[in-house]
């Protein structure tokens, strides 16, 4: 059994709002290439896609996949994880002809937020100006594997602010493509945009599954996240829950908030909704579980010892995992 073979790089186009060119948005390693200068046919073709490809198919870690591999290894879900269950039928091998069959082209860093565990290839306002590729190839990505394509991650940015990504929705429901899956990373904020209600949008489609972000709850959140009204995130979120979307709630988790947990899981559970914990921060490092105190590391495992023994083996279970990340960073 392959234990480190991922679909990403044998099926996926990751663009940077910069337009730097990587396998998934997990990578850790170098750009392959940059869409504003080369030909995604050059690039998926290259040295690196190519080597890539090779230690996967010969069940090597590739240092650039640390992320999943630290989640497995504390068993947290990857995302090398979900794409196996995705795709289970594809063309392993090391070279492979320009076909697209996952998306995630993030063509700009346009947000209406400035998230405290962001930085400014994420969001536009951590900078004050917006980041965009200025390719017109993406459109053609777009284009050439509509028929075809069989997920669509969009995240930011603010992907429910982007132009881009209605321009790929109204294509998808044009074409007929009420089978291809929607994933979105969103904080909540914008469920309508210019005249658009993307909720009716979603309507069309068979698998539409939206991440949204809370990192806390109320006014802390609010810090956290910049910007953000906490009164305007709830209404939303129950506006997707009342129209029967399948939402779940991704935390950023940092030592900002991971004594929080608790807390936003059992706020979560009251409306119903789950909450995915498995995005851990490892940047910016000043975030990061290794730049915590002794105390704020005591006091965080102090809080979180509180729910080890809880009758909910879900957050029980949850809380000792990262009392575990906690006492081994």
């Keep these: 059994m392959n234990n480190t ?8 186009i990751h663009i940077k709002p910069s337009g730097d060119i990587r396998p998934c948005c997990s990578w850790s390693g170098q750009s392959f290439g940059n869409i504003n200068t080369d030909q995604i046919e050059d690039v998926w073709n290259n040295d690196s896609f190519k080597e890539l490809r090779s230690k996967m198919i010969n069940d090597e870690w590739h240092d650039g996949c640390f992320r999943c591999k630290i989640k497995e290894d504390n068993n947290l879900a990857s995302m090398r994880q979900t794409a196996l269950r995705v795709h289970t039928n594809y063309d392993i091998n090391e070279t492979l002809s320009v076909k697209f069959d996952e998306w995630d082209i993030r063509n700009t860093n346009l947000c209406n937020l400035k998230c405290q565990t962001c930085g400014p290839g994420g969001s536009s306002l951590h900078n004050g100006s917006e980041i965009k590729v200025t390719s017109n190839q993406i459109y053609e ?33 044009e074409n007929g493509r009420p089978d291809c899956i929607l994933m979105y990373s969103t904080n ?11 909720i009716d949008k979603w309507k069309f489609f068979n698998n ?19 910007n953000s009204t906490w009164s305007t995130l709830e209404a939303n979120l129950n506006r997707l829950i009342d129209e029967k979307v399948d939402v779940e709630i991704s935390t950023c988790v940092s030592k900002l908030n991971v004594a929080d947990i608790p807390k936003i899981y059992f706020y979560l559970k009251e409306k119903g909704i789950r909450g995915n914990f498995n995005n851990v921060l490892t940047s910016p490092p000043i975030f990061s579980f290794n730049a ?32 575990k990340m906690l006492t081994i960073a």
């Design 5 to 12: 073979l991922c679909p990403h790089p044998f099926v996926n």
């Design 141 to 173: 990505i777009v284009d050439n594997n509509i028929k075809t394509v069989k997920k669509v991650y969009f995240a930011g940015g603010e992907p429910l602010i982007n132009d881009f990504h209605y321009y790929i929705i109204d294509k998808l429901i």
């Design 188 to 198: 909540l904020t914008k469920l309508d945009y210019k005249k658009q209600n993307i």
């Design 208 to 226: 539409v599954k939206v991440f949204g972000s809370i990192d806390s709850l109320g006014p802390k959140n609010e810090l956290l996240r910049t």
């Design 292 to 323: 915590m105190t002794s105390r704020e590391r005591s006091n965080a495992i102090t809080n979180l010892a509180k729910y080890t023994n809880n009758k909910d083996s879900n957050i029980a279970n949850i809380c000792k995992k990262f009392i």
